[in-house]
């Protein structure tokens, strides 16, 4: 028997890293999983690949979510969780921030996570569950990623009031936060097929082996089996928390 076994689940930012890793788990422990990106030849792809079904989903778009939720149900017949990956970075120090950038990064990364609680929410099963991203910059400042921390400090903020909203439903919402995960948000070489992305995922081992206790960068599997635990029945007692994958970043400061 698998963890999520007739459950149906929404996966955004599902075509890639994080997400993808989520979706593909998700499957193996049996849910009904709805890949939702603007990615579509990559989002296709894994669908077929593991048995789903792909939505194009602009997050910062309400009536994408209107009609991804549409789809869902004509498939599935009922939604019983949501995982809001989707999000963006750009590095920049604040005064150099144009304000169009800064608002890009709130579209995707604060709205559309606003959007997807409140489209679904709705239309979710009692008893279902919600999983946000956040990250552990909503949780700590870093330098010359403002922008995207204020919104991962948004993300916080939304899903401890949605939790305390939609617990009289019995539905479930946590945030996770990373801290650096190998991705092509921290390995961009892993978007050019010519590039040794291995190399610079060894590289970012050496470079985080000075800064993160457990001496390495993270790995989407690690991120997705946490967000597997805050959609299963093994959290069924825990919501409104913020959950740090981090390798101790955050800790303290180290000595020696």
């Known amino acids: 028997m698998g963890k999520l076994d007739g459950r149906v689940v929404v996966v955004t930012g599902a075509a890639r890293g994080q997400g993808e890793q989520e979706a593909r788990l998700f499957r193996q422990e049996g849910a009904s999983v709805v ?3 603007v990615l579509d030849d990559r989002g296709r792809a894994l669908a077929e690949e593991i048995g789903a079904l792909y939505v194009r989903l602009d997050v910062g778009e309400e009536e994408q979510w209107r009609a991804a939720v549409r789809r869902a149900k004509e498939a599935y017949g009922r939604i019983d969780g949501l995982v809001a ?6 590095f920049n120090s604040l005064v150099d921030t144009p304000l169009d950038e800064f608002m890009r990064i709130v579209r995707v990364n604060q709205v559309g996570c606003f959007l997807g609680i409140k489209t679904i929410a709705p239309e979710m099963e009692d008893g279902g569950t919600i999983v946000t991203t956040a990250s552990c910059t909503g949780l700590t400042g870093m330098a010359a990623v403002g922008a995207y921390a204020a919104t991962k400090h948004a993300v916080l903020g939304l899903t401890r009031v949605a939790a305390l909203e ?3 439903r019995g539905i479930r919402v946590n945030a996770i936060c990373p801290g650096a995960i190998d991705t092509a948000m921290s390995n961009p070489a892993q978007l050019d097929p010519a590039a ?5 995922t060894r590289a970012l081992d050496g470079l985080y082996r000075k800064l993160v206790p457990l001496g390495r960068i993270g790995r989407p599997e690690e991120v997705a089996r946490l967000a597997l635990f805050l959609t299963s029945e093994d959290s069924s007692y825990i919501t409104g928390q913020p959950f740090v994958i981090d390798g101790g970043w955050l800790a303290g400061v180290a000595v020696g």
């Open 35 to 37: 890949v939702a990106d």
């Open 85 to 90: 990956n989707a999000g963006i970075l750009r």
């Open 166 to 168: 939609l617990a009289a």
């Open 196 to 200: 040794d992305a291995e190399g610079v």
